[in-house]
C-alpha cells in the first residue's frame, strides 16, 4: 500500500517561479527521501531528510520535515525548464527496510 | 557515486514467452536487491526484495512463480517474467542496497512490451 500521498498531483508553473510539493505519510520514519523522475526514465535520487532534522537544503531545493504532521514539502526555487519531470517521496522506516514511494507529481514548466 | 545498472534496457517480446532482467550493482556489494514495476503515470510498486544467497520475499499480490527472482551474487540480481502476457507490459526498476544498509541506488530501469 502506499506510504506517501503526494499534492498536488500536477503542477504547472512558468520558469522562474517555484515550485512547492507536498509528502504526507501515516506510520512513524526514520528518513524521508525525494526522486525524480523524467519521463520513461529511472529514478533520481535529490534530498534525503532524516527523522530528527526539520529542513534541508540542496542548492535550488528546500525540504522540510514535520514528523507531528507527518508530512514533508519539497521547494524548488527559481524553477527551469529542466526540471519538468515526475516528483516522488519515499519513506524509509529504517532497519534496513524497504522505501515505500508515494504517487507521485507531475511538474511541468513553461518556458 | 554508487551504480546500478539494468540490462536490456528495454525489450520486446511475444506473449507466452519469458523474459530475464539483469540488475548490477557496478561499484559496490549489494546484500539487498528491490524489484519494483511502474506503470505508466503511476508510483512504483514493490514486487519483492531479494537478499544475496536466499529466497526472495515477495509482495501481496506478486506471483512468485510468475516473476522469478534469483539473487546468486552480491553484485547481480534477476528477474525472469515467465510466459509473460500484454498485462506484464509495465517499467521494471531494479534497487540495490549497499552491505551497509546505508544508502538504496537505483538502476535506469526496463520497459518491457509483450505483444
Known amino acids: 500500500s502506499q506510504q506517501g500521498e503526494e499534492d498536488p498531483q500536477a503542477l504547472s508553473i512558468q520558469e522562474g517561479e517555484n515550485a512547492t510539493m507536498n509528502c504526507s505519510y501515516k506510520?512513524?520514519?526514520?528518513?524521508l527521501q525525494w526522486y525524480r523522475q523524467n519521463s520513461g526514465r529511472g529514478l533520481v535520487h535529490l534530498i534525503l531528510?532524516?527523522?530528527?532534522?526539520r529542513e534541508k537544503h540542496s542548492g535550488r531545493l528546500r525540504v522540510t520535515l514535520d514528523t507531528s504532521k507527518k508530512s514533508s514539502s519539497l521547494l524548488i526555487t527559481a524553477s527551469r525548464a529542466a526540471d519538468t519531470a515526475s516528483y516522488f517521496c519515499?519513506?524509509?522506516?529504517?532497519?534496513?527496510?524497504?522505501?515505500?514511494f508515494g504517487k507521485g507529481i507531475t511538474l511541468s514548466v513553461r518556458p | 557515486g554508487a551504480v546500478v545498472s539494468q540490462h536490456p534496457s528495454w525489450v520486446i517480446c511475444k506473449s507466452g514467452t519469458s523474459v530475464k532482467i539483469e540488475c548490477r550493482s557496478l561499484?559496490?556489494?549489494?546484500?539487498?536487491m528491490f524489484w519494483y514495476r511502474q506503470f505508466p503515470k503511476q508510483s512504483l510498486m514493490l514486487m519483492a526484495t531479494?537478499?544475496?544467497?536466499?529466497?526472495?520475499?515477495?509482495e501481496q499480490g506478486v506471483e512468485k512463480d510468475k516473476f522469478l527472482i534469483n539473487h546468486a551474487s552480491l553484485t547481480l540480481s534477476t528477474l525472469t517474467v515467465t510466459s509473460a502476457h500484454p498485462e506484464d507490459s509495465s517499467f521494471y526498476i531494479c534497487?540495490?542496497?549497499?552491505?551497509?544498509?546505508?544508502?538504496?541506488?537505483f538502476g535506469p530501469g526496463t520497459r518491457l512490451t509483450v505483444l
Open positions: 506510520t512513524s520514519i526514520n528518513n
Open positions: 561499484d559496490f556489494q549489494a546484500t539487498t
Open positions: 531528510i532524516r527523522s530528527n532534522e
Open positions: 531479494s537478499n544475496e544467497g536466499s529466497k526472495a520475499t515477495y
Open positions: 534497487s540495490a542496497r549497499d552491505h551497509r544498509g546505508r544508502s538504496q541506488y
Open positions: 519515499a519513506t524509509d522506516p529504517g532497519a534496513n527496510s524497504k522505501l515505500t
